[in-house]
């Protein structure tokens, strides 16, 4: 029997997806995966039965990646289960950036009240929020990922011309593209060419303040800035001030501060990116479907931490091993248990996960006591 324990509320088609060899509640102790959606983890003691967490959805900041590591606990999370959502979601930013929409709504909320002169008053007023066309324009795609390929696309299929950026774009990524999309390796001829830029990238170190004083200054005059991946990716003093300026024309984030709001310009949406029932789902069924396949077969997919291990479905006795990569490590591991029917090994970002078939029952102690290994498990 596993114990799951939900920190969200999980779409119930995910739940679904564990038969009567589990037992899934919110109430559960020491259990041996959680699924979570937003709820921060950062406080979150890790028991001795964990094995595993599935955030269910794409960003995983809520999740302290490098003390799961250390205690061999494996991170998933749903790449492209959201990407329709939050694509559309982009789509809409990059219209209200343009056409003053919700200035526009406020605005006529103002006019209740006014009888038979409503439609004189809309008249003589509606020139204030007035707005450029997208078709035409150019949209700069920083990040082309699951969501960022997804909006490169739409784009172009609304008759705007594209320029995309990602240094680390795969093939399959790049087969996903629409021809049309200009692909580059330098940011800066997306900053010198964008009347749109939208954001799709990871936070990390590296990435913060990716727009700031300093690459806004190289952007067009009048650009639209869209944020839809993290609050961070932006810095708020800089981004307020190029609006205040007029450098910045808009600025439609899905992650506003308290600085932010209330600003001119500023189009303020609170993190609805993946706010479907549709992007629920998916995201649920994927984030059961990985929990499944790692607890009961040891395979990995759409891990942050351990790298991706395809196995058989049929086996006797499976021994799973996660390991910090370094200098003969695997050797050993592979010494210690002896003949193996098949053995799969990879590293991710110097962590190792080394799955091997046997007949019969492993050393554990022996495998345990290899400098570098962090968990065994068989199953």
């Known amino acids: 029997m596993f114990d799951i324990l939900t920190l969200n509320k999980i779409a119930k088609c995910g739940t679904d997806r564990f038969d009567a060899k589990y037992a899934c509640s919110d109430n559960a102790e020491n259990p041996a995966a959680v699924m979570v959606r937003s709820a921060s983890m950062h406080e979150t003691e890790f028991g001795s039965n964990l094995l595993a967490i599935a955030r269910a959805g794409a960003g995983v900041n809520n999740i302290?990646?490098?003390?799961?590591?250390?205690?061999?606990?494996?991170?998933?999370?749903?790449?492209?289960?959201?990407?329709?959502?939050?694509?559309?979601?982009?789509?809409?930013?990059?219209?209200?950036?343009?056409?003053?929409?919700?200035?526009?709504?406020?605005?006529?909320?103002?006019?209740?009240?006014?009888?038979?002169?409503?439609?004189?008053?809309?008249?003589?007023?509606?020139?204030?929020?007035?707005?450029?066309?997208?078709?035409?324009?150019?949209?700069?795609?920083?990040?082309l990922g699951a969501i960022g390929a997804l909006v490169a696309n739409a784009a172009i299929s609304m008759g705007m011309d594209v320029i995309g950026y990602d240094p680390f774009l795969s093939v399959n990524g790049a087969l996903s593209l629409n021809p049309a999309v200009k692909v580059t390796d330098d940011i800066a001829n997306v900053y010198a060419a964008a009347d749109y830029i939208t954001l799709h990238l990871p936070f990390n170190d590296k990435t913060k303040d990716t727009v700031s004083a300093q690459t806004i200054a190289t952007m067009k005059d009048g650009v639209r800035i869209l944020n839809f991946a993290r609050g961070e990716l932006v810095n708020s003093d800089d981004i307020i001030a190029a609006l205040e300026s007029g450098k910045v024309a808009a600025y439609v984030t899905d992650f506003p501060t308290d600085a932010q709001i209330g600003v001119e310009g500023v189009v303020a949406i609170p993190h609805l990116g993946a706010s479907t029932p549709e992007s629920e789902d998916n995201c649920a069924v994927m984030a059961a479907d990985e929990l499944i396949a790692y607890l009961e077969r040891g395979e990995i997919k759409n891990s942050v931490n351990l790298p991706n291990v395809a196995l058989p479905a049929a086996f006797e006795t499976r021994v799973c091993v996660i390991f910090k990569e370094t200098d003969g490590i695997q050797s050993e591991i592979i010494a210690a248990l002896g003949n193996t029917a098949s053995l799969v090994c990879a590293t991710k970002k110097g962590?190792?996960?080394?799955?091997?078939?046997?007949?019969?029952?492993?050393?554990?102690?022996?495998?345990?006591?290899?400098?570098?290994?962090?968990?065994?498990?068989?199953?």
């Open 351 to 379: 962590m190792g996960y080394l799955a091997a078939d046997i007949s019969g029952q492993p050393d554990v102690d022996k495998l345990n006591a290899i400098d570098g290994v962090v968990r065994v498990r068989v199953i």
């Open 64 to 143: 302290p990646i490098d003390r799961c590591s250390d205690a061999g606990i494996a991170v998933f999370n749903t790449p492209g289960a959201n990407a329709n959502a939050v694509k559309e979601l982009v789509i809409c930013a990059a219209l209200l950036a343009s056409r003053k929409i919700t200035d526009a709504v406020d605005w006529c909320k103002t006019l209740k009240g006014e009888g038979a002169n409503v439609s004189k008053l809309v008249e003589k007023g509606k020139s204030a929020f007035a707005g450029p066309e997208i078709k035409g324009k150019t949209m700069g795609v920083v990040g």
